[in-house]
């Protein structure tokens, strides 16, 4: 294993086992090269936020019941979208360190050439902050971080899945 791979250890029966994080996973088997997170737009890390946060909220979903696929893609569309977002983003700012503030605060103010059909202007830039914040933690290899946010916004909105 190489020195840049991080682990997590868990205890399972009294043994410890380490687990590669799916992002380590994915730069190892398709070879991609070490990047400074920190110099990438905020759009782009929104991009990939939104997708955490979506594979979350589908993980959640899918795990908790097999359900219809209209009823899943329903209840997935009423978290997953900007008003929720921004919401979230409101409840935890408290709740974030100052460096994730900042990359925040980029993300809610990258010029965006287009706005969600749903939602305010100002909802729509504060969704994508939270996008950006999700995107950067997980590009840094911080997903124990991203869940305990995404599960904080969640109970401090009072939406159950």
């Not at 380590?24 to 070490?34: L, S, T, V, W």
């Not at 103010?109 to 969704?127: D, I, M, P, R």
């Not at 933690?137 to 971080?145: A, F, G, I, Q, W």
């Amino acid at each position: 294993m190489g020195a840049c791979t991080k682990h997590v250890r868990s205890r399972r029966a009294g043994n410890i086992e380490e687990k590669k994080m799916l992002l380590e996973k994915i730069k190892q088997e398709f070879g991609c090269p070490a990047q400074d997170i920190r110099t990438y737009s905020p759009l782009t890390l929104a991009f990939m936020g939104d997708a955490v946060f979506d594979m979350v909220i589908r993980t959640l979903l899918v795990q908790r019941a097999n359900k219809d696929n209209h009823l899943l893609h329903k209840e997935n569309s009423h978290i997953v979208r900007a008003k929720t977002q921004a919401q979230m983003a409101e409840v935890l700012w408290e709740m974030l360190s100052g460096e994730e503030q900042a990359v925040y605060r980029r993300g809610r103010n990258a010029k965006t050439a287009t706005s969600a059909k749903n939602a305010s202007l100002a909802e729509y830039h504060k969704a994508t902050g939270m996008e950006a914040l999700l995107g950067y933690l997980y590009l840094t290899d911080r997903e124990d971080r991203v869940l305990y946010l995404i599960r904080e916004g969640l109970a401090k909105l009072n939406l159950t899945i």
